[in-house]
């Protein structure tokens, strides 16, 4: 357990959710295939394809298209049902991933194959999914910060309690806030406002136009005045001084 030696989990795999809920893996699997429970693939085997797709063959994306890549193999990706379906089928064999429920690896690289194997043990359940679908449906009372600062009080983000405070979002600001928060919970806290805004499917031209009738926004969502914010839970990584530098882009980190 790694509570024992004070680390915490970024996700859990299938069975170990399995195991905490009391419930049986094809309870699992009906969940993930309906889309009452996002079910992703592990990062670290589309790291390895990606790597291997750029080792094959020249490739030079623009600067956005790198940033697309970089972000898209920091986290697990939500996988469509009929994977869910193939991998659970098919426990005891690797299987080419056909089809990610948002960003298709084939839109992002261009290639016709993406390469990329996985199995069963490679599906995961994020820690925020799981926490979100416990308050949904278990019943549960979700706090999510070990200061117990963050209290979700809807499953979308749409309401939360912080620092003892209640604050209420439209459906893009919620999209705002939860994304920093599953950014938070990955390490790695600060995103750009064009980051955020694509996230929330705005079409606003800043995040401030996005929270410009929010009077107390600033209050959840800090930013570094260089165009980075974070959500405002406790955090010791100083802020970035500017955009990284895409030109190298390293799958490592």
């Known amino acids: 357990m790694l509570s024992k030696i004070n680390l915490k989990k970024k996700y859990m795999t299938v069975s170990?959710?399995?195991?905490?809920?009391?419930?049986s893996l094809d309870d699992i699997k009906y969940l993930g295939e309906e889309g009452l429970l996002e079910i992703c693939i592990h990062k670290i085997p589309l790291k390895v394809a990606m790597e291997n797709i750029l080792a094959k063959k020249p490739y030079s994306p623009n600067k956005q298209k790198q940033e697309d890549i970089i972000n898209f193999v920091k986290t697990p990706q939500p996988l469509h049902p009929t994977d869910i379906y193939l991998l659970f089928s098919n426990r005891d064999k690797k299987l080419k991933l056909s089809r990610l429920k948002t960003e298709p690896i084939l839109k992002i690289t261009?290639?016709?194959?993406?390469?990329?194997?996985?199995?069963?043990?490679d599906m995961v359940i994020t820690i925020s999914e799981r926490k979100r679908f416990e308050f949904e449906?278990?019943?549960?009372t979700v706090k999510y910060d070990d200061s117990e600062v963050l209290i979700l009080k809807s499953p979308d983000f749409s309401s939360i309690e912080l620092y003892g405070e209640r604050y209420n979002f439209g459906a893009k600001q919620a999209k705002v806030v939860k994304h920093l928060y599953d950014q938070y919970y990955l390490g790695d806290p600060w995103s750009h406002g064009k980051t955020l805004l694509r996230a929330a499917n705005s079409e606003c031209y800043r995040l401030s136009n996005l929270f410009n009738k929010h009077k107390a926004w600033r209050k959840v969502i800090i930013s570094n005045k260089r165009g980075f914010y974070r959500i405002n839970l406790p955090y010791n990584q100083p802020a970035p001084c500017k955009a990284p530098d895409l030109s190298s882009p390293s799958f490592f980190d």
């Open 110 to 121: 261009k290639v016709e194959t993406p390469g990329v194997e996985i199995g069963f043990d």
């Open 16 to 23: 170990e959710v399995s195991k905490l809920w009391g419930i």
């Open 137 to 140: 449906h278990l019943n549960k």
